[in-house]
């Protein structure tokens, strides 16, 4: 359990940190020669990843009330 718990930390923590460059990098990649659709599906790539971040925390806090018998 405590492995689970230190896994997940670390898995946001780096998530997190890593926002930012994704945002960076995805505002150099819009501003090259990509227009219409695909600009728009370009910028919400940061959205996703940090939805993907989010649902990693929903998932390990869920999974710790599992194991401690709570849910």
Known sequence: ???????????????VNLIPTI????AAAQ??????ASSTI????????????MSAGVALTVGGLRNAGVM
Do not use: C, K
């Open 31 to 36: 501003a090259g020669n990509v227009t219409g």
């Open 23 to 26: 945002a960076n990098q995805v």
């Open 1 to 15: 359990m405590l492995g689970n718990l230190l896994g997940g930390f670390i898995v946001i923590v780096v998530g």
């Open 42 to 53: 370009l910028g919400l790539t940061p959205l996703f990843f940090a939805l993907g971040i």
